[in-house]
């Protein structure tokens, strides 16, 4: 979709040009905690199975991958002070937008995911969520904006992820795929933003979507959030 490439394009040029006065200071911060490189750069998995960089605004401490696990609750020692402003405000994904302007990602699309313990792990239906380019925020990245949370006090968050975030993290993630349009990228940024301040008014715009796209009333009320998410399964995996 080149519409969608060239809106990628400007939109990321505008936010790194009128964002910056904000990813200056944060990264000051995080460079003022611990004198090191306020930048992180992840390795994931984008479109066609290809590893890139992705660029972040480092929340955790600089030996974080040795101290622990993928997943990350709320509550992990590995924030730093400034890192859990800049993860309630999402500020870490500001960066991505440099990402985006390279290739590597969209604004909209499945969230990108690292290799260990991540993409091997995926069933050959979720394989699909590398048809197209990951992006910064999805369906999912509104319902679950609350992972930290979810995984705090878990003795084992990335169990904790795959049982209960992974299975409909990936179904979200697949219904985008197969029906994906740029009306429906509007509405998704749109949401991300309404979701920072009034998450409910974000869930009833992310439940008109999937009634739109004939999701099961499971997934529906999942996506509701009036509790915790349920155990499932990821797709392909029989039940």
Not at 5 to 27: E, H, K, Q, T, Y
Not at 51 to 74: P, V
Not at 125 to 143: F, Q
Not at 171 to 181: A, F
Request: glycine fraction near 8%; charged fraction near 25%.
């Amino acid at each position: 979709m080149m519409l969608k490439r060239a809106i990628d394009i400007l939109v990321s040029v505008l936010v790194l040009i009128f964002a910056s006065p904000i990813l200056l200071g944060a990264m000051f911060l995080v460079w003022r905690y611990d004198r090191h490189s306020p930048l992180y750069h992840a390795r994931r998995v984008g479109k066609g199975n290809h590893d890139f960089m992705m660029i972040k605004l480092r929340s955790m401490t600089i030996d974080a991958e040795a101290r622990g696990g993928t997943s990350t609750a709320a509550s992990d020692r590995r924030i730093t002070p400034a890192g859990h402003m800049i993860r309630r405000y999402k500020l870490d994904e500001l960066s991505q937008f440099w990402n985006v302007l390279r290739g590597d990602m969209s604004i909209v699309g499945p969230r990108p995911n690292a290799r260990d313990n991540g993409v091997d792990r995926y069933t050959p239906e979720e394989m699909r969520l590398l048809s197209i380019r990951p992006g910064i925020t999805d369906l999912s990245s509104i319902v679950f904006s609350d992972e930290g949370d979810i995984l705090t006090g878990a003795a084992d968050p990335d169990a904790l992820y795959d049982a209960v975030i992974r299975p409909w993290k990936s179904r979200l993630g697949l219904l985008y795929v197969e029906r994906h349009t740029l009306a429906m990228d509007l509405r998704i940024i749109w949401l991300t933003a309404v979701a920072i301040v009034a998450k409910p008014v974000a869930l009833r715009g992310v439940d008109a979507i999937l009634a739109g796209l004939g999701a099961g009333d499971e997934l529906r009320a999942i996506c509701a959030r009036t509790g915790p998410p349920p155990r499932g399964v990821p797709p392909g995996v029989p039940a």
